[in-house]
């Protein structure tokens, strides 16, 4: 059994803007083993997205080395990406991935099914998550707070064994990000997922093993001292 979820070294990936290039990550290198929980921090526009995104298959480097699970990236088909997806890795995006048509009991049962689960705890993860009376409603009829747990509940419902979350606490109020943050890291070290989370929320970030900063396109050891 292979420990190591991600071997990334000497990513590099820009954007072009017409003439204009610019470089977002450069030399990028990190390892995450399973039970491992990492947080990234960074300013707007240090390119955490963009590293998410090379790490779910949706966006491809440039260049350098990635291993997920420990098959490299340029082995990966699409086709292979989108089952890592569905089965293995799950992301939470910023702005929530919920289905719109559907009610958040049925986007968790959804999301289970895409990963090939018969059955589900979707009913215990919103109860766990505080959001069991959202069950019968659309995303449209949540606040974003909700909608950011609900997502949570998916992302767990896929039993993934990877986790990578775009500022999973973004839209939830102080108080409920303090009850959230506690249940989310339940549920990772539990199964022990491996998970990588950008966060801006300190709380998140002091309960995760490593804390990297994302800055000129590569991370690095936060040094809190530095910092503050
Ligand atoms: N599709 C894109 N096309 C051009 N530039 C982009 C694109 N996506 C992001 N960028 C630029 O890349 C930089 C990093 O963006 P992003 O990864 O979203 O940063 P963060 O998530 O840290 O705020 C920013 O300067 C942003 O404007
Ligand atoms: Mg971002």
């Given at each position: ?12 990936r820009s954007?072009?803007?017409g ?14 083993r ?21 790490l779910?298959?949706?966006l ?6 990635l291993?997920?699970f ?16 569905r089965t293995?890795?799950?992301?939470l ?11 958040v ?11 090939g ?6 009913e ?10 959202t ?6 009829q949540?606040?974003?707070g ?5 997502a ?32 989310f ?12 989370i ?19 396109g590569?991370?690095r050891?936060?040094?809190s001292?530095?910092?503050?």
């Amino acid at each position: 059994m292979n420990d190591v979820l991600i071997q990334a070294r000497d990513l590099n990936r820009s954007y072009h803007n017409g003439r204009e290039q610019i470089s977002v990550l450069r030399g990028l290198s990190l390892e995450l083993r399973r039970g491992e929980a990492v947080a990234v921090i960074g300013p707007s526009g240090s390119g955490k997205s963009t590293l998410l995104n090379l790490l779910n298959g949706l966006l491809p480097p440039d260049s350098g080395e990635l291993r997920i699970f420990g098959r490299a990236h340029s082995e990966l088909t699409d086709n292979d990406w989108a089952e890592l997806r569905r089965t293995r890795i799950a992301t939470l995006f910023q702005d929530g991935n919920l289905i719109p048509t559907l009610t958040v009991s049925r986007n968790v049962a959804f999301r289970a099914g895409l990963a090939g689960l018969q059955q589900h705890n979707g009913e215990a993860l919103l109860q766990h998550l505080g959001i069991a009376d959202t069950a019968h409603r659309y995303p449209d009829q949540l606040s974003g707070g909700q909608r950011q747990r609900a997502a949570l509940a998916c992302a767990f419902a896929m039993q993934p064994e990877l986790i990578l979350a775009d500022e999973p606490t973004g839209s939830l109020d102080y108080a409920t990000a303090q009850r959230v943050a506690p249940l989310f890291f339940d549920a990772i070290r539990e199964r022990a997922l491996g998970a990588l989370i950008v966060t801006h929320n300190p709380e998140l970030a002091q309960r995760c093993d490593r804390i990297l900063e994302l800055r000129e396109g590569a991370l690095r050891p936060w040094d809190s001292a530095q910092s503050s």
